[in-house]
Structures are given as C-alpha cells and as structure tokens.
C-alpha cells in the first residue's frame, strides 16, 4: 500500500512540521509547501489527502489567512486540530552578536510573540516577514548581519547557531494548528450520538455564521442557542466579510459533536438565523497538558 500524502507550511524546520509530525507520526510522505494557500490549494485539488496549518496562537491571537481560506474554499474541511508549544530564539551565523544585527527575519507570527524581546534588544534593526520561520533561516545562510527568530530545530537543521533562547513574550506560548482535507459532500445532522457529556470531552464543531438580518441583539440571540443548551464555546472570532463595511463573519468553535442532537439543534437555530452558515468541520479535541511548554520539558531535562 502507499504511503499517505500529507502537506504542511515548510521548508522543513517550522513549527508547522513539527505539529505535523506530532499529529500523524511517522511512516507517511511529507510534502512541504512554502505558503499557506499552497497547501490549502494541494488538499482542494486532491494532490495530498490532508495539510496541516497554523490557525490561532495564545498570545497573537487568529492567522487571518488561514480564517479567510476556510470561507472562501468551499470544499475544504477541518477534521482535526493539534496544539504545539512555541518556544522561540534568535539565530543567526556563528560568531553573530545582537549589537551587530541589522535585520530580522521571520514570519509575522513569531515577530509578533516576540516583540518585547525586539524592541528592548534589537531596536537599531530592520524587521523583514517571511513566509515561514524556515524560510527566514534559509537567508540566514547567505547573510552574517541577518538574525532569524525561530524553532532550535531551524537553527540545528540549517547550520545556525542560538544567539538567545526562549525570547517569546510570554513562555506559555502555544500554537494550534488545524488539519484539513477535501469535504466528501454536505454536512448532514444526524442523531448517532445522545450524551452531551460524551462528546463534549472528546469533539470540537467548528463553524462560521453571518447574521441574516443587521438588527440589535442578533449575535446575543445566536449565542444564546448554545447558552440555552449549556453548550460550550471555546472561541469566537470575527472577521470582516469583505463585501460590506461593518459587517462581520463570525467564527465559533464549541465542544460536543455536531451529530449530537443537542449541538444540531442549536446549530439548526443558529443556521435559521444566519446568511452564510457552514459548518467547518468537527474533529477530536486536543489539550494542552499541564507543564506541557517547550521550557518545562527543558527544565524537565536538566534536573
Ligand atoms: O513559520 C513557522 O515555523 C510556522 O509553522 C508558522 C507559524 C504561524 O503561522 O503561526 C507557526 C507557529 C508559530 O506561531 C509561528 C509561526
């Protein structure tokens, strides 16, 4: 039997390559692609089974593009999730010192996790985005007066050295990362599961809804289907729908299975009440463990 094709944002190195690795293991070919709509494109056209990209950060919150990419292509759907800690360094050339950087290269993410680092050490410097993290160190190579902010791995990997450890805002910093595949078809509603408890625990629904009509108190009453049911919300965001100023998708994930006649009952109100409504897909949930961050399992080592 073949091995299955998955994809991921690389070159090889970034995180997303690792959330990858931690969510399918090994024994499977792994195609890198160098932006994020690449990989979204391979999954619409069938060339992978499934592709791996970033959708939220703890401390920078959405990557817009990912959100964006879930509305707009109509046949791609979530079916599962995985949560990485970030842990980030500067790297740059052997014998590279912070007073002699003149730029800083990576993707806008880890800039952002990173800014306080940025500002207090590094001010005299240009900040250049990358597509990657990996991609940032692959200019590294060819440039001494450039640093890179990124994974241990990137610095192993592309012959760098580790300037400065562990540089991100905050340590409790961590990424999820969703996986998404080609849609068989519609969203169908089904009564195959009937334990709320149950499938709280295990599944996460997410969708993406824009109210039908401008009026007061409409998102208050959407949410409040899942209030009424004591259904769970693990995050809402909202995003412009880019046809209109001032009016807003917004994009909820809820614990529970959408098969579960509680969940569909609330999603079939809200589906009632909203323009656009799509269900992006309902996937097993993963959890951050407790001491679970890059430096605790440091730490971890030394002692
Ligand atoms: O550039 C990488 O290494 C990525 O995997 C992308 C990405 C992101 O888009 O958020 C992933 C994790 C970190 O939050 C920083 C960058």
Redesign the pocket.
Known sequence: MCPARYG??GPG???????ALKYFGGGHEMISFRT?KEVVRNVKEGSIEKGV?????S??GS?NL?LDLLVKESNIIITGEVI?P?N?NLIGQKGLEVGNIKKVL?????IA?TADFIEENLPQAEIIY???????AECALKNRELAVI??DQ?AHLYGLSVIAEGIQDDDE?Y?R?IIISRSKGKFFYSTGYNNYQDTKKMYKTSIVCTPEVNKPGVLYEMLGEFAARKINLTRIESRPTRKKLGEYLFYIDLEGHYHDPLVAGALKEVRNMSGLFKILGCYFKDNIKEGSSEKDAKCKKRA
């Open positions: 991921y944002l190195g970034t995180f997303c390559e690792k959330a994020i990209i970033p959708l939220e950060n401390l920078e990557v990912s990485i970030i980030h990576s993707h806008p993410q880890a996790q990358t597509e990657s993290t990996a991609a940032a990124g994974s990137i910093n990424t990362f």
